[in-house]
């Protein structure tokens, strides 16, 4: 079993920034690649971006690349989401989550954090 506790987010201005932090703990969490899935109200809930536990690799979404930064500390079993340049369709519900690399659905993971309010103002 794997925990996931998010922190972060908030209200920021269009242009603005947040950082997210999502800290893992229990049995198997290197076994895991970790990110955020996002969701919008009346939306599904979207792939935003991966890091993989063991390979450093990382991938974003197309509508968050350039802007987005995915880091890890593997001291604390935890990843940061530096989020720049933030729009108004950024806004949403961010969910850590822990699944096997290659897991681009939300149905296929298997772990996720509490969730976050990620709130753009424009």
């Known amino acids: 079993q794997v925990q996931l506790t998010e922190s972060g987010g908030g209200l920021v201005e269009v242009g603005g920034s947040l950082r997210l932090s999502c800290a893992a703990s229990g049995r198997l969490v290197s076994s895991y690649a970790m990110g955020w899935f996002r969701q919008a109200p009346g939306k599904e809930r979207e792939f935003v971006v991966v890091?993989?536990?063991?390979?450093?690799?990382?991938a974003y979404a197309d509508s968050v690349k350039g802007r987005f930064t995915i880091s890890r500390d593997n001291a604390k079993n935890t990843v940061y989401l530096q989020m720049d340049s933030l729009k108004p369709e950024d806004t949403a519900v961010y969910y850590c989550y822990a699944a096997p690399w290659g897991t681009w659905n939300a149905r296929g993971v298997n772990f996720w954090g509490q969730g976050t309010q990620v709130t753009v103002s424009s």
């Open positions: 890091h993989g536990w063991r390979t450093g690799r990382a």
